[in-house]
């Protein structure tokens, strides 16, 4: 997958060098054994990163990240071969002090089918539910702006996979990414989280990304332009 980019590389587990938690610890389904707080440490660094102002910027921004690289993982595999592996988190590590995109490593490859039913198990219901509810429980982060970087993070992997179809010969690759898109996107855990189709699609909710300094608005934001501060009321 790596003719594709980053976002869609999956390595297998044994070439990291060192121990690295797996993602059913950082959404601590599992204990964080020699760990520690991988999550906490994950939003530290993308607060340092990006000079966030609020932590939960840096909460939100890390959740989209993450939810780009198992969408775009499964998305890839399910166009391009037909299946997509078993990303059930106890089999999924992941480096939280590497830098974009988030780094994984697979531990064990297993084929499952690519239909839109397998994968909202694994990606919505085995992944991103249960991150949203950590970082919920450490931010102010609101239910529909963790729907929305899920949903946007989804159509932005689906058009990157229907561009490289279109520019490689790979129609039919690019409408199966796209098909299975849209199915994904009527999922009860994303319903209402966007309008428009795939090709104009804007979200519903803000990523808070326009919040750091020398940023602006996303392309399928549902703000037109950044917020104006609201005034400081006169202290008294």
């Not at 060192?18 to 610890?25: E, G, I, M, N, S």
């Not at 509810?133 to 946007?152: I, Q, V």
């Amino acid at each position: 997958m790596r003719p594709l980019g980053g976002f869609f590389v999956l390595r297998t587990a044994g070439a990291a060098g060192r121990p690295l938690p797996t993602l059913a610890q950082v959404y601590g389904a599992e204990p964080p054994g020699v760990h520690g707080d991988a999550l906490g440490s994950r939003v530290a660094a993308v607060a340092r990163s990006l000079r966030a102002p609020e932590a939960r910027v840096a909460a939100s921004v890390a959740h989209q990240g993450l939810a780009a690289r198992l969408w775009s993982v499964t998305l890839g595999c399910a166009a391009r071969y037909g299946t997509v592996p078993d990303l059930d988190p106890r089999l999924l590590r992941w480096d939280p002090g590497a830098s974009a995109p988030d780094d994984l490593w697979l531990t064990g490859v297993r084929p499952l089918p690519a239909d839109a039913g397998t994968v909202a198990d694994l990606v919505l219901h085995g992944h991103l539910a249960p991150l949203a509810a950590a970082l919920r429980s450490r931010h102010r982060l609101a239910p529909g702006l963790l729907r929305g970087n899920a949903a946007s993070a989804l159509v932005a992997s689906a058009r990157q996979l229907d561009r490289w179809a279109g520019a490689h010969g790979r129609a039919d690759a690019g409408a199966r990414a796209l098909a299975l898109a849209r199915e994904l996107l009527a999922h009860p855990l994303l319903e209402g989280a966007g309008t428009g189709p795939l090709t104009a699609f804007r979200r519903r909710s803000c990523c808070l990304y326009y919040r750091v300094p020398g940023s602006g608005v996303c392309g399928d934001c549902c703000l037109a332009r950044p917020p104006r501060p609201s005034p400081r009321a006169p202290s008294g």
